[in-house]
């Protein structure tokens, strides 16, 4: 089911959405003739889909759509068809010039769901690229980089310490592990430990302590000059 909002000054225009969306099916709509009620409305419920005329009572539609959120599908509907290049500027994946009529607006709803499913594409390997895939237990185990406060070496084994407390133990490499470590995220303080860098509360050429825990791990000599500039650089 698309969620879609409408925001036009225009009863009529209004009324034309409505129609076609329950025509194309699949669709829940909300229509607005306040640009200030709509605009609310679509940054708390963040629709898939914005429908916006250009010229509403002396509100611009083109500087309420610099607060549609990135990740809404934004259509124009206007009559002033010399606002086309300036929608196409503003992001809009279609400019649909009134009157215009059902297979038009069936094209650019296309276009927004074509639109959609890049969007989709890209969160889900953009949420792959932050998990590590690690063995415990003979299974398979996904882990949210955004979770972990520090990796431990123990042996053949690392032991991924948790920002909960929890700990997790796996029969891999310490380097190996680092190599699917987003770029800039983590640093190697000692032989044996990577730190979460936005994890560390406090620094120096001996130890690092981590938020939250207050755990304190020791700074490696071979480690300290790259702990001091890499962390004294955030600061």
Not at 112 to 141: F, G, I, W
Not at 199 to 217: D, I, P, Q, Y
Request: glycine letters at 4%; proline letters at 3%.
């Amino acid at each position: 089911m698309l969620r879609c909002v409408a925001i036009d000054d225009e009863p009529i225009a209004l009324s034309i959405v409505r129609r076609y969306c329950e025509r194309r099916g699949g669709v829940e709509l909300e229509t607005y003739s306040s640009p200030r009620q709509g605009m609310l409305r679509i940054e708390a419920w963040r629709p898939d889909i914005v429908f916006l005329d250009i010229e509403m009572n002396g509100t611009s539609g083109l500087e309420l759509a610099r607060r549609v959120p990135s990740s809404c599908c934004l259509i124009f509907t206007t009559a002033y068809a010399h606002y086309a290049l300036d929608g196409f500027e503003a992001d809009a994946v279609d400019f649909l010039h009134k009157p215009y009529f059902y297979e038009r607006f069936d094209r650019a709803m296309r276009k927004a769901e074509q639109r959609l499913r890049m969007h989709d594409l890209l969160h889900v390997a953009e949420s792959a690229a932050r998990q590590l895939l690690l063995k415990a237990e003979y299974k398979n185990v996904t882990v949210a980089v955004d979770t972990i406060l520090y990796i431990e070496s123990v042996d053949n084994y690392v032991r991924i310490h948790f920002v909960d407390g929890e700990a997790l133990l796996s029969k891999i490499a310490l380097r190996a592990v680092e190599e699917q470590l987003p770029p800039g995220e983590f640093l190697r303080i000692h032989r044996s430990f990577v730190v979460a860098r936005r994890r560390v509360a406090r620094f120096s050429r001996s130890e690092v302590v981590l938020t939250k825990s207050g755990k304190s791990l020791p700074v490696g000599k071979k480690y300290a000059e790259e702990v001091m500039a890499v962390l004294g650089s955030a600061k």
